[in-house]
């Protein structure tokens, strides 16, 4: 073998073995981020949201709280944004504050381009639903593996603590986008099922679907 060839092969081996590498890392965050979800039965924090309208070249800012448990969301807009999103199993209810009106509706995954803050619900079964590359030490981006919504793209970035999840970046297919951060999580604190049901006032009016 001559020495071009040579340093050919070598230079095939660094790289496929650079790629064993990475992969196995990537593999070991993907089970690390599962396993440390696993073990938060309920978490409840606040969030900041910035939501990138590209055909409008328009942003919107929202902040709120936000509380987990199972399969179980409540997402709370403050400000002049008031409004409260339920996520109850298969139950979506979406109450605006201001109008006094609620919409109930069946929630599935079609709805996950609205509402990506249901994948807080199953970050312990990603594999499951997404394919997943890892693109730098704490950056994980998922495609999913069938149509949710008009989802394109979730950008995970993580970070070490009790929540392991730091923010998620949602872009669609016409690229619009809209990323959350969360901080002041809390974990495991007993939260009571009762938060995550809506219970209309006397007042409401409700529309089903």
């Given amino acids: 073998m001559n020495s071009k060839k040579r340093i050919f092969f070598l230079i095939l081996f660094f790289f496929c073995l650079a790629f064993v590498n990475f ?10 981020l599962e396993e440390a979800y696993k ?29 987990i448990k199972g399969d179980k969301i409540r997402w709370q807009y403050t400000g002049d944004f008031p409004q409260v999103i339920y996520i109850n199993k298969k ?62 793209k979730i950008e995970l970035t993580l970070e070490e603590g009790d929540f392991p999840i730091k923010s998620l970046k949602v872009t669609d297919v016409q690229n619009n986008t809209v990323k959350v951060e969360f901080y002041s999580v809390k974990i495991n604190k007993n939260l009571r099922d009762s938060i995550f049901k809506f219970v209309p006032q006397k007042d409401d009016t409700i529309l089903r679907y």
């Fill in 91 to 152: 139950t979506l209810t979406v109450y605006d504050k201001i109008r006094k009106q609620a919409i109930e509706s069946t929630f599935d995954e079609k709805k996950y381009g609205q509402l990506p803050l249901a994948l807080l619900s199953r970050v312990s079964v990603l594999k499951d639903d997404f394919e997943i590359s890892q693109i730098s030490k704490d950056t994980l981006v998922l495609i999913p593996k069938s149509k949710m919504g008009n989802i394109r």
């Fill in 39 to 67: 073990n938060i039965n309920d978490a409840q924090g606040r969030f900041s949201q910035i939501s990138y309208l590209r055909d409008l070249d328009k942003t919107q800012k929202f902040n709120g709280r936000f509380f």
């Fill in 23 to 32: 992969s196995s890392a990537e593999e070991n965050t993907i089970t690390k």
